[in-house]
């Protein structure tokens, strides 16, 4: 794993969105995987500057977002499908067509995990994949004790995950108890990864990620076993890091 340290959020923001240009530059249909949540927010904002300057183009990019809430449409501002759409997709020339959310209100969430990973070898799978990471190690919605074999299933949220999220609802009971999520073998079917690690509260996670066991304990330690991972961290998220 490769460490580009940054001074602060803005910072990681602008390198990770240099990233993600870059790749949508050099391949002609481009396949990114994509993240909700705090993290990625910033890279987002950079992203829709650079098509505003005209510096970049999506029209060729076909998306992937890792995860998305059962029972969440995509009208619902909690759902990551509307997320997407109104913090990026909206704001740039992507075919809406081509950017793929699970769909937490479908009738048959078994069915709609094997059309996400059939989806995904459709398009010969992800070139570059953003990630954030959970206080407990989760990336996407993969919580301790996930089986490094998974693919895209269905996930019982972890109390501290949904105490986490709780933040975006009324009240915790509005928070939804299951997810959809790429699993963490679909994860690691991409060509390259970039992992978005900002602020002191991510510390711990970040330092255990890059000193401890790869163990199904900590989902993020198998990205120690990918060949091709760039993350980026701000001076805050890498204070607890043992030299
Ligand atoms: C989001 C996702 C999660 C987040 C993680 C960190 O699609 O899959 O794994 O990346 O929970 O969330 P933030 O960025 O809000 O701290």
Partial sequence: ??????????????????????????????VLGLATGSTPEGVYKQLIDAYQRQQVSFRETTTFNLDEYVGL???????????????????IDINKQQTFVPNGKADDL?????????RLKDHQEID???LGIGVNGHIGFNEPGTSFKTRTHVVNLAPSTREANARFFNSM?????QAITMGIATIMKSEKIVLLVSGEKKARALDQLLHGDVTEEFPASILQTH???QIIADKAALSKVRV
């Fill in 128 to 130: 570059l994949q953003v």
């Fill in 73 to 91: 449409a995509g009208e619902d501002p909690n759902s990551y499908r509307y997320f997407m759409d109104d913090k990026f997709f909206d704001h």
């Fill in 1 to 30: 794993m490769n460490i580009k340290q940054v001074e602060d959020y803005e910072a990681m923001s602008i390198a990770g969105a240099q990233l993600i240009m870059e790749t949508v530059k050099r391949l002609e249909n481009p």
């Fill in 227 to 229: 060949d091709n991972v």
């Fill in 110 to 118: 078994q069915q709609e995990c094997e059309q996400y990973e059939q």
């Fill in 173 to 177: 009971q509005e928070v939804p108890e």
